[in-house]
């Protein structure tokens, strides 16, 4: 599964911006779709999932002011996320795992840089 991610850029705290993750086969046969962030020098760490069958579940960090929805038709996730915070600057990867093989793929970063 190749998974192209994009929509990171520079915004301003409080704004919002909206990630992009397509996939290179159907979105309906991945298990679980997630994104992840990474800010140098540390872990990289969960924001939130979607499965399948369209369960969403967000960290702590990010609960109340994002959302992660799908558009099967696109095989595309996305990740809405408002009320942006300086805290928020990370590289965002988009993640992929198939149950049937055991295999988790990983996207390119996307940069969302969060500064007045």
């Known amino acids: 599964v190749q998974l192209q991610a994009c929509g990171g850029g520079l915004v301003q705290p409080g704004g919002s911006l909206r990630l992009s993750c397509t996939a290179s086969?159907?979105?309906?046969?991945?298990?679980?779709m997630a994104w992840y962030r990474q800010v140098p020098g540390k872990q990289r760490e969960l924001v939130g999932t979607?499965?399948?069958?369209?369960?969403?579940n967000y960290a702590d960090s990010v609960k109340g002011r994002s959302a992660i929805s799908s558009d099967n038709a696109k095989n595309t996730v996305y990740l809405q996320m408002n009320s942006l915070k300086p805290s928020d600057t990370a590289v965002y990867y988009c993640?992929?795992?198939?149950?049937?093989?055991?295999?988790?793929?990983w996207g390119q970063g996307t940069l969302v840089t969060v500064s007045s």
């Open positions: 993640y992929a795992y198939l149950r049937s093989t055991g295999q988790a793929y």
């Open positions: 086969r159907s979105i309906l046969s991945i298990n679980v």
């Open positions: 979607i499965t399948s069958g369209g369960t969403t």
